[in-house]
C-alpha cells in the first residue's frame, strides 16, 4: 500500500539537496512531487518559458547549467515542471506526479489535489497557503515500507510540517 509524506521547505537549496538524497536513496521522479510558486522555483527570476529543453530562459535550475552540466534533484523535476495559475495563489510551478492531479484541480486550488493523493482537506489548505507565502512544498507518493526514510530525509534538510498520510 502506497503513502505520502509531505513536508515544507522554506529555501529552494535546501529542497534541491532534499530531492537528491532522495534519489540518491532510490526514490525516482514517478515518487516525488514539487510544487511552488513560479518566481520562487525559478530564483525570484521573472523570464519567458525558452531555452533548450522547455526550461526557463535565465535559470540554471530549468537549464541544465548546474555543475557539471548536468540536471539533478529539484532541477531535474522542474526541468518538466508545468506552470498553472492557482486561483488565489498565482502562477505556480508542478513537478511529479501532482502535476497532473493540480491541472484537473485548478479550481480546487492546489488544496484540492493533495486530496487525491491522501492529504486532509483541512491540511491541504494549509500547504496551499505555504506555498502561497513563497514556500516549496515536497510530496513524496511511495510504498508504505519507505515514508519512514523520506520523512527522515526531508527533516535532515530543513523540511517543516513534515506528515505522513
Known amino acids: ?18 530531492v537528491d538524497d532522495l534519489r540518491r536513496k532510490g526514490f525516482t521522479n514517478n515518487e516525488i512531487s ?12 521573472t523570464g519567458t518559458r525558452g ?9 540554471n535550475l530549468s537549464n541544465g547549467t ?19 495559475a492557482i486561483p488565489g495563489v498565482g502562477p505556480i510551478l508542478a513537478a511529479g506526479p501532482i502535476a497532473a ?5 485548478v479550481t480546487g486550488g492546489i488544496a484540492g489535489g493533495l486530496l487525491d493523493l491522501g492529504i486532509p482537506e483541512a491540511r491541504g489548505r494549509f500547504y496551499e497557503e505555504e506555498v ?3 514556500s516549496i512544498l515536497t510530496v513524496i507518493k511511495s510504498d508504505e515500507k519507505k515514508v519512514s526514510e523520506a520523512a527522515s530525509i526531508l527533516r535532515q534538510n530543513g523540511a517543516t510540517d513534515v506528515e505522513t498520510h
Open 101 to 105: 492531479g493540480l491541472t484537473g484541480a
Open 51 to 59: 531555452g533548450q529543453g522547455g526550461g526557463f530562459a535565465n535559470d
Open 132 to 134: 502561497k507565502r513563497g
Open 66 to 84: 548546474l555543475t557539471g552540466g548536468t540536471i539533478g534533484g529539484l532541477a531535474g523535476l522542474l526541468a518538466g515542471a508545468g506552470a498553472l
Open 1 to 18: 500500500m502506497s503513502k505520502t509524506v509531505i513536508g515544507v521547505f522554506k529555501s529552494r537549496q535546501q529542497a534541491e539537496t532534499a
Open 34 to 45: 514539487i510544487v511552488a510558486k513560479e518566481a520562487t522555483a525559478r530564483g525570484g527570476q
